[in-house]
């Protein structure tokens, strides 16, 4: 189902390249049809954002500093987002920032019942990454519109992504093992969905693969099986936790 997205973007600490990429992200998840973006519009700062606001119908939101040290954008988004909360016109929110002020509306908002997906860098603070369903960094979408960085599409990672650390994987083992049947085989879709509730940030894209199928297929650690699918043209996947081998020699 197509839900319809509440998009608040805060102007004050996002940087506004590759908005157009975020956006097409942002549209996998649902219908965009509330997007604004605060700030004081009167700052130098925000210059760069002026001429992106029409290409992608985003509404800006004049918010002044009142006080030096206080984020009054903050205060504004809040207040807005609790506003669209209670007009019951949307079905989830987008919350695009960095800054950790946003983890107790992220709380507040999925405890109303609704899906709150983020959208920051990577120096967020893990608390408002784990209030939220989904964490979406702004660096994978940047590497995906960049031509000189391979799209992965093939299963070739990227250099500068980040490692497949023994933590991850004993993170996908154990989702495998969660989700298994009596035979240790697992729908990959499942083990998607539970390692996304597990932790909001995971995402093969952070580690250089575009899908987790050919992320999984690149340890070596799992086995992959590829199963008809009778109401699909569509393969269904499965993955299994390889066999641990004793290496031991017999005497």
């Known amino acids: 189902m ?20 975020m956006m ?13 973006i605060y700030g004081d519009w009167t700052s130098p700062h925000l210059s760069k954002w002026k ?13 002044y500093a009142y006080t030096t040290g206080k984020n009054a954008t903050d205060s504004a988004m809040i207040i807005d987002a609790m506003d669209i909360l209670y007009s019951e016109k949307v079905n989830g929110f987008c919350l695009v920032s960095s800054d950790s002020d946003f983890t107790k509306l992220a709380t507040r908002l999925r405890e ?3 899906q709150v997906i983020g959208i920051g860098e990577k120096k967020t603070p893990n608390p408002f990454i784990v209030a939220c369903d989904k964490f979406i960094y702004i660096e994978i979408l940047r590497k995906q519109s960049d031509p000189k960085i391979d799209q992965t599409a093939k299963g070739k990672a990227d250099e500068n992504a980040d ?6 994987i004993k993170l996908l083992s154990a989702t495998i093992s969660d989700c298994s049947d009596e035979d240790g085989w697992a729908f990959l879709g499942d083990v998607g969905s539970l390692l996304q509730k597990k932790q909001p940030n995971f995402d093969a894209r952070n580690y250089g693969f575009e ?36 290496n031991k020699t017999k005497k």
Request: net charge positive; hydrophobic share 35%.
């Open 2 to 21: 197509n839900i319809n997205l509440a998009v608040l973007i805060d102007g004050d600490n996002i940087p506004s390249a590759h908005v157009k990429e």
């Open 51 to 63: 001429n992106l606001l029409l290409q992608n119908a985003i509404t800006p939101v004049q918010q």
């Open 163 to 168: 490692p497949i650390t023994p933590q991850v």
């Open 24 to 36: 097409e992200e942002i549209a996998k998840y649902g219908n965009p049809t509330i997007k604004r």
């Open 112 to 114: 109303a019942g609704m």
């Open 211 to 246: 899908k987790l199928t050919p992320m999984i297929k690149s340890t070596g650690s799992f086995e992959v099986e590829q199963r008809e699918n009778p109401k699909s043209k569509y393969k269904l996947i499965f993955v299994k936790n390889k066999e641990k081998r004793n």
